[in-house]
């Protein structure tokens, strides 16, 4: 199994910029691919941005440009570099890892609030 912990987050200002890292643990040699979704209030979570074990990325139209993944494999986590950020970008933002190919691994969320 795979375990995630994510930290980061917080409120910031239209415009501002935010680092969310997720940190996994356990069966790391599984994982194919690592990702942020996000879920605002009302709408479905929906994938920000996903990074696979050869370095792929891709992400949500609505944040390319002003959002990038990365992985830190000393330290097996992923990161998270949101930009220029907007109030439609506030959402529970979660970690997700891809692990066999096949199993989900999620974790707890972490909330972004974009606000003057």
């Known amino acids: 199994q795979v375990q995630l912990v994510e930290s980061g987050g917080g409120l910031v200002q239209p415009g501002g910029s935010l680092r969310l890292s997720c940190a996994a643990s356990?069966?790391?040699?599984?994982?194919?691919?690592m990702g942020w979704y996000r879920q605002a209030p009302g709408k479905e979570r929906e994938l920000v941005a996903r990074i696979t074990s050869d370095d792929s990325t891709n992400y949500a139209d609505s944040v390319k440009g002003r959002f990038t993944i990365s992985r830190d494999n000393a330290k097996n986590t992923v990161n998270l570099q949101m930009n220029s950020l907007k109030p439609e970008d506030t959402a529970v933002y979660y970690c997700?890892?891809?692990?066999?190919?096949?199993?989900?691994?999620w974790g707890q969320g972490t909330q972004v609030t974009v606000s003057s």
């Open positions: 997700n890892a891809r692990y066999y190919s096949y199993f989900d691994s």
């Open positions: 356990g069966s790391i040699f599984s994982i194919n691919a």
